[in-house]
């Protein structure tokens, strides 16, 4: 818990091939425990995770992007002739193409001959379709290739997945790391620039802009309230609304580097603090610090969200209505695991994680506090710089 | 083809209750066209285009929101708690929430009974299953929910959805110009600040910045690239190596206001341009030139495609590899339909699109062109401002 990022420059972008080779053999040894014979993936996180094809692309819904990874060899893509160049660029060498969109067979014959090919007559192919996950590709399309392979198994890939993806390599948590750095540095800035009479709009344009200045290469997510005391949601975009003297800013943020997220947030007050915002602010401080001391291997999530939730209910408040207390982050703004009653997921180290407490204070008025974590031997280490333990007024 | 937005300053964010009104009523008519008794919607677009919810809480994916649309009566909301508070802001009034993540029923009960209560046992569902579509929420989700409508048929509500959405509304179509606008006003600015020696990273980095400082809401999407003559893939993050004299650079941007996007390109080349560089500009804009002519209610996508396809080929070049030259623009960076010659959908007014011819002038290499239009009764008028018909030396 020693905590923070110097500022080293930012790591090196992209992998080398051994990191592909690594997720690889830790993929098909559960793919062997689990009696796979391939696994089929079509969403974003999924297919760079296997492959490092980065790009803004699947911004387009138009085209369906495949990976078929084997229960031995290399991943097979099986994608749009638009992205195969940029395929090509990555460590994978079997690139099958097809001139989407062609909505006839926008990739599907192709993928079900790879299938076949890759998994066998009658093999067991598993698809995430559990928890968090999606379909990105036309259910009718996933219709067509299960008729094309009529003697294949279909599983649910959902745990297998979880378990790859929620522990980070080094490479991977030094890059969220950088992000988060940078946002930390962009949150300690603002006591610079942001005032009274702003609106919210405003602010959010100037940090966002901040960021991007500092090296961050987006910030695709930054929601946040600003209202006296407290807020009444936490996901809204920004009013026009001037803001006022007495008013607790809250900004949430995702910000990007090199395709890894940084999920924080960080409340400050203007001019003045009412009692009520000071000691829900300091409640969750110390809830999140009580977050930090849990954060250790064979901890699981349902008791990081009771260490966090004893700190809020001693001091009398009532949780909030984000339905837990942080949550996994890393290729995605949010993952698996959740720190919720209902997961026992246990901590591991490699696990990047937020601490998240929230709580109201009236009906529809609260706060929220969030710092982002690795998990390590010995405990949390924290990936955000601390944010003070009492309220900042500007 | 007057074309080019004039800066009187953004539109009002959001949509009054009449707009929400007549797109419900248009709905309401296709779906008695198509038999269906209710919509079941759980994608963003979709959402948002009902409702107006604007979040960029849609980044995480741990959490569905569904929609059901009736055949009679207001859309009924069936969300997480956490984004209740903002759906109340909208015009929805039947707002049903459950505490979510919470994996062992994610929703699915609450959407079961809402179902059956709005389409009636028995009811024919529609859910987009079709081309483009994707499904966001977990497949093993949706078995759930059919196993608990044993009585529903279901039917792929892709074409409804489609027809419903390309044709905008003039509120809407203000949004997408106000973006144009400051987007065309960004790439005219270029020339300002572009130089050889920096990198395309550093220019996108300026780039989002300076679109950010005009007032769009962000830059979700900038891809392009930067290298003698043309370029090998027009998807690419950007690279680090310093821009040189004779480099084409081209960038492609799709920014974003009020949840409204603009998709469009520029080309500038620096220094110096080689002759294959310029004469596949001057072709690319020539064949831009054949697309507004075209683009006029009654015709197809596919004459669309015909008639750039026509100038390209007849100055002796390939198309390029991306699929189609052009698409639909508004809510989505890409949206229905395609101007391919499998795409027959008939143009009427309100339809904004994109005109995006490609070429190749050797293999791998070439260049693309972009501009976004709306049809109106008397043909195309541009929402950008138009490129240059030469290529700009910078």
Not at 300 to 318: K, P, S, W
């Amino acid at each position: 818990m020693t905590g923070g990022t110097t500022s080293k420059g930012p790591p090196p972008r992209g992998f080398p091939v051994e990191e592909f080779e690594m997720r690889l053999e830790r993929a098909q040894r559960a793919m062997a425990a689990a009696g796979l014979d391939a696994l089929l993936l079509c969403t974003e996180p999924e297919v760079r995770w296997f492959t490092g094809f980065l790009t803004l692309f699947w911004q387009s819904p138009t085209r369906p992007w495949f990976l078929v990874v084997p229960k031995a060899g290399k991943p097979v893509a099986v994608i749009p002739e638009i992205g195969a160049p940029v395929m090509a660029r990555t460590w994978i060498e079997d690139i099958r193409s097809w001139p989407a969109p062609q909505p006839d067979d926008e990739g599907i014959s192709l993928l079900a001959g790879a299938l076949r090919e890759l998994a066998g007559e009658g093999g067991r192919i598993g698809l995430p379709m559990g928890h968090e996950s999606s379909l990105r590709m036309p259910l009718a399309d996933l219709e067509r290739l299960k008729a094309w392979l009529p003697d294949s198994a279909w599983a649910d890939a959902t745990p297998l997945i979880h378990g790859l993806r929620r522990i980070k390599s080094e490479r991977e948590i030094a890059k969220i790391a950088h992000v988060c750095g940078l946002a930390s540095a962009g949150f300690e800035g603002l006591g610079g620039w942001l005032a009274e009479g702003m609106s919210l709009a405003e602010v959010f344009r100037g940090f966002r802009r901040d960021l991007i200045g500092r090296g961050a290469d987006d910030v695709p997510y930054l929601v946040g309230a600003g209202a006296p005391a407290g807020y009444a949601d936490v996901i809204s975009p920004p009013s026009e609304r001037p803001l006022e003297a007495g008013d607790v800013v809250m900004m949430d943020t995702g910000a990007t580097f090199d395709g890894y997220w940084c999920d924080f947030d960080r409340n400050v007050a203007l001019g003045q603090a009412d009692d009520r915002a000071k000691r829900a602010y300091e409640t969750l401080w110390r809830a999140t610090e009580a977050g930090l001391a849990a954060a250790r291997p064979g901890a699981t999530c349902a008791d990081l969200f009771r260490a966090m939730a004893a700190v809020i209910e001693d001091a009398g408040y009532r949780a909030g209505n984000v339905g837990r207390f942080g949550h996994g982050l890393g290729m995605q703004l949010t993952e698996h695991p959740s720190h919720a009653l209902w997961d026992r997921t246990v901590l591991e180290p490699g696990m990047v994680l937020t601490l998240e407490p929230g709580l109201e204070f009236a009906p529809g008025l609260g706060q929220v506090h969030e710092e982002d974590i690795v998990v390590r031997a010995g405990g949390a280490e924290l990936l955000t710089r601390r944010a003070p333990p009492e309220l900042p007024v500007l």
